[in-house]
């Protein structure tokens, strides 16, 4: 990080479902060292950006500078437990349900 760098910190779903919090940088001296100002923020106040991003991000999938990892789950079958395997960290990238 650069002296007076900004950190942008989003991800809660970990802490939420382990009520322990995820990893990350464990030492604070490096952000009193740098004066680092850490920023927490969500979804919601970035919204009025969603349309021009979908345009760019769109692009770097077209142009391969951006690749999307996903794992599937194959079968209806196994659904159930999808949702508790990706908060466990047992999927990469985006989780989809293939119905066979």
């Known amino acids: 990080m650069n002296e ?14 382990t009520g322990r919090p995820g990893p990350g940088p464990g030492d604070p001296v ?8 850490p920023r927490g923020f969500t979804v919601r106040e970035l919204l009025y950006r969603a349309a021009g991003f979908g345009e ?3 692009g770097w ?5 951006t690749v ?3 794992t599937v789950v194959d079968g209806l ?9 990706l ?3 047992r999927y990469t ?5 293939r119905r066979l």
């Not at 007076?4 to 479902?17: N, P």
């Not at 079958?77 to 395997?85: G, I, K, L, Y």
């Not at 990238?93 to 349900?97: D, I, L, P, Q, S």
Request: hydrophobic residues 30%; glycine residues 10%.
């Open 4 to 17: 007076h760098g900004r950190i942008a910190q989003c991800g809660v779903l970990h802490r939420q479902s």
């Open 56 to 58: 760019r991000f769109r």
């Open 87 to 89: 908060v466990r960290g």
């Open 93 to 97: 990238g985006k989780t989809v349900v």
């Open 30 to 37: 490096s952000i009193v060292a740098e004066r680092l100002t």
């Open 61 to 65: 999938l077209r142009d391969g500078s």
């Open 77 to 85: 079958r196994n659904a159930p437990a999808a949702p508790t395997d």
């Open 68 to 70: 999307c990892d996903e």
